[in-house]
């Protein structure tokens, strides 16, 4: 599991959830672009909540490390569609058109 923290709140998700997340904030960035994502997480009491989260340049995004949890989601979709973004992003396309 890890902490995401975004502005002064956290919410915590799971590995991949988090590493994706860092990866597409930062292919964004590189091509000057913005999006709104709906990040599955748990809050501070362990409820799985949606997290919105602006991706933006210079909005600031940081991951660290929370306890192992079981709380460890099925994030699996997710994953997968923020990977096909970050591609997209890459190779200056609309990040919401898949290849």
């Known amino acids: 599991m890890k902490y995401v923290l ?3 709140w956290s919410v915590m998700t799971g590995d ?3 590493v994706v ?3 597409y904030a930062a292919a964004l ?3 000057g672009l913005t999006d709104v994502v709906a ?3 748990f809050d501070v009491s362990g409820t799985p909540v949606t997290a919105q989260m602006l991706l933006a340049p210079a909005v600031p ?3 660290m490390p929370a306890p192992e949890d079981l709380l460890e989601p099925d994030d699996r979709t ?3 569609d923020l990977r096909a973004r ?3 992003a890459l190779a200056g396309h609309d990040p919401h058109r898949h290849p």
């Open 6 to 8: 975004y502005g002064f």
């Open 39 to 41: 990040a599955p997480a």
């Open 29 to 31: 960035n590189q091509a």
């Open 61 to 63: 995004l940081m991951v």
């Open 21 to 23: 997340l860092l990866e």
């Open 86 to 88: 970050t591609r997209a």
């Open 16 to 18: 991949a959830a988090a």
């Open 78 to 80: 997710f994953v997968r």
